[in-house]
């Protein structure tokens, strides 16, 4: 299956955060190499001042990168609270083992851009709502630990459900927590890499980052007819058929897009 290119908004925030804690980082230095020459200050004496430095130096590089607000508390604490758990005396082991978990459960995060959350009920019913009477064939791309299907699969017993997961941990559990459901089927994967021209429904419950790739995975593969549902996040610039207002806490919206017709392919997918 050819790959679709990913957009620059897509794109691994890893580096930029790499390179705001680096210069954090060459900004210490720099002051400490300034410091030693000009004074007799121990700029070292005290490590929680220089990764305060650090982190500040961090957290407005990233300001000026125009990084998501949330990086900002991530890069002025990093340093500082590293410097003070490493005071705490913890067993390397358990940073390994709190890293693993957090891989097996995010799986690519930084990549993918989409964390783990998961469809509440109401919203799943309120998706039940929208399927039609006749059977039809629906797959939850990035299906979590499966919560969303089993609540599918038992409303609608004469409709098949297909879930793809790609972190091992989620994965694990939805295989487990619907074995006893004949009509869901949940594999290990890339749903980047699912055909969807057999799906009636599309259901995606994703972040803003891959929405523009996914329009035009849906607009290139999914027959006409068939329904893309983006769970909170609109594809930007496209009408949606119709949003259903979910009455629950956070105020959950549901996008709906009828796939028209075949659009002729984009230049990039040209054999
Ligand atoms: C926000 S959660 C939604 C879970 C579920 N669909 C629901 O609505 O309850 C998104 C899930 O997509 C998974 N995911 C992200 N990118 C993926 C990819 N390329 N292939 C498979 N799964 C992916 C994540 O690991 C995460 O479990």
């Known amino acids: 299956m050819r790959k679709h290119p990913p957009d620059r908004s897509e794109s691994s925030p890893f580096a930029a955060a790499l390179l705001a804690q680096a210069g954090g980082v060459a900004t210490v230095l720099v002051l400490a190499f300034a410091l030693t ?9 005290f490590p929680l001042v220089p990764a305060l430095i650090q982190g500040m130096a961090a957290a407005l590089i ?24 490493h005071g705490l005396d913890i067993a390397p082991g358990w940073f390994l083992a709190a ?27 309120a998706l039940v709502a929208q399927l039609p009477a006749a059977p039809i064939k629906l797959i939850d791309l990035g299906c979590g630990t499966g919560s969303l299907l089993r609540h599918l699969a038992k409303a ?14 989620p994965w694990l559990l939805a295989r487990i927590s619907t074995r006893g459901l004949a009509n869901v089927t949940v594999r290990r994967g890339d749903f980047w890499q699912e055909p969807l021209g057999s799906y009636d429904f599309v259901y995606a419950f994703l972040s803003p980052a891959p929405m523009p790739r996914l329009w035009r995975k849906a607009c ?7 329904t893309l549902v983006s769970n909170s996040f609109a594809v930007p610039d496209i009408e949606p058929a119709s949003v259903v207002e979910v009455t629950d806490r956070r105020a959950t919206r549901l996008y709906l897009y009828r796939i028209r ?9 040209a054999p």
């Open 220 to 226: 290139a593969e999914m027959a006409p007819g068939a």
């Open 62 to 85: 990233a300001l000026w990168q125009r990084a998501p607000r949330w990086w900002l508390p991530i890069h002025l604490g990093f340093a500082p609270l590293a410097v003070a758990v």
């Open 37 to 45: 020459q000009t004074t007799q200050l121990g700029f070292w004496q």
């Open 99 to 125: 890293f693993v978990l957090s891989l097996l459960i995010f799986w690519r995060t930084d990549q993918s851009r989409v964390p783990l959350y998961l469809s509440n009920r109401r919203t799943a019913v």
């Open 261 to 269: 017709k075949r659009r002729a392919a984009p230049s990039f997918l």
């Open 156 to 169: 609608r017993p004469d409709c098949r459900f297909v879930g793809i997961e790609h972190a091992p941990l």
